[in-house]
């Protein structure tokens, strides 16, 4: 870490910068990636400049389970940022808490210039991070741990809100006359969903049930989501919390002979095409493109220019927005290109 790395002051004014390219990546459960490979993974909205600053490591680390498209995504948004900002990008992931925070002092380890972290269970990350803070590392958060960022001691925050955009989803399932759903939770003890499936319960005005899954067994989800369906024909609609459960819950509707629609939190190009077809109702898109290319862009303002979003104090919002048959045919011109 540069000890020329500016000390944050206690109110900035709010700074938000976009752009785009690519990169690469390295470290933990994660695949060294560079050259033309990583070129053509960010291809798409490049930026014609590239930053002459120089060059910074950065260390990404989520908590993507294998398989799960929608960390592509954020990594895709990541590397553009990095490519532009002439950083060395290291991305790793693991949905173990405790292995997410051995991914962390790994990062430490390295001397990175920075770490952007997701917080699906905070607390277990709580030591590791202020081991960070004390070693002059600038951490921030994305994705996962609105609540808990600031508590945390993170520079910014980019993500949804997702309490709102629970409360969101249930305003939308009451206008599309829902009377009993299912809500689906895959990985218990991820704050980000208990709080997506409150906030759907706080303003729908039909019955809400909690129905846990285990997210890594795919087979399972569909049996648990098949047998509630079987138990309980009242079921309308059953939402899910991530692209690859709907596609999973279209299943069971099918297998379990029931008239039961079903919509999601987000995105991802497959998803799209199924609301496209109408397999899917609706989707809540909380665009994780941005996500990634926001939370490495800004660790660069940080050690460039001192800038850092939101003041300290408010999170940069990339969500709730919804992707339904009215504008889904716009969403998937970006989604072929892999940015939503």
């Excluded at 690469?24 to 930053?51: F, V, Y």
């Excluded at 993500?159 to 895959?186: M, P, S, W, Y």
């Excluded at 509630?228 to 939402?239: E, M, N, S, Y």
């Excluded at 490495?296 to 990339?318: C, F, I, P, R």
Aim: positive net charge; glycine residues 10%; charged residues 20%.
């Amino acid at each position: 870490m540069d000890s020329a790395t500016p000390a944050r002051p206690r109110k900035l004014v709010p700074v938000v910068a976009l752009a785009a390219a690519a990169a690469l990546t390295l470290a933990g459960c994660s695949s060294s990636s560079g050259g033309k490979k990583a070129e053509e993974r960010a291809a798409s909205g490049a930026s014609a400049g590239k930053a002459t600053t120089p060059r910074m490591k950065v260390a990404l680390v989520t908590h993507a389970a294998p398989g799960d498209t929608f960390w592509d995504t954020v990594r895709k948004g990541a590397e553009a940022a990095a490519q532009k900002d002439n950083i060395e990008l290291v991305y790793s992931h693991d949905p173990i808490a405790g292995n997410q925070a051995n991914l962390v002092q790994n990062g430490i380890d390295q001397k990175v210039d920075g770490i952007a972290v997701t917080l699906a269970k905070p607390d277990a990350l709580k030591a590791v991070l202020a081991k960070a803070q004390r070693a002059g590392i600038p951490v921030v958060g994305l994705n996962s741990g609105m609540s808990d960022w600031k508590r945390l001691g993170l520079l910014e925050f980019f993500g949804q809100d997702e309490a709102v955009a629970g409360e969101a989803f249930g305003n939308r399932l009451n206008t599309d006359g829902a009377k009993k759903v299912a809500c689906v939770i895959h990985e218990q003890g991820n704050v980000g969903l208990t709080q997506r499936c409150d906030g759907l319960k706080k303003t729908f005005k039909g019955t809400t049930e909690i129905l846990y899954v285990n997210g890594t067994d795919m087979p399972s989800v569909q049996s648990t989501i098949t047998a509630k369906l079987r138990q309980d024909t009242a079921i309308d609609h059953v939402v899910t919390l991530g692209a690859p459960f709907a596609f999973t819950a279209a299943k069971s509707v099918s297998e379990a002979g029931s008239k039961a629609k079903v919509a999601t939190f987000d995105l991802n190009k497959e998803l799209v095409k199924a609301v496209q077809a109408g397999t899917i109702t609706f989707a809540v898109d909380q665009q994780p493109y941005l996500q990634g290319y926001l939370a490495v862009d800004g660790l660069w303002l940080y050690k460039n220019n001192g800038n850092y979003s939101g003041g300290g104090e408010q999170a940069v919002l990339t969500g709730p927005a919804f992707v339904d048959k009215t504008n889904v045919a716009k969403v998937a011109e970006y989604a072929a290109k892999g940015t939503r």
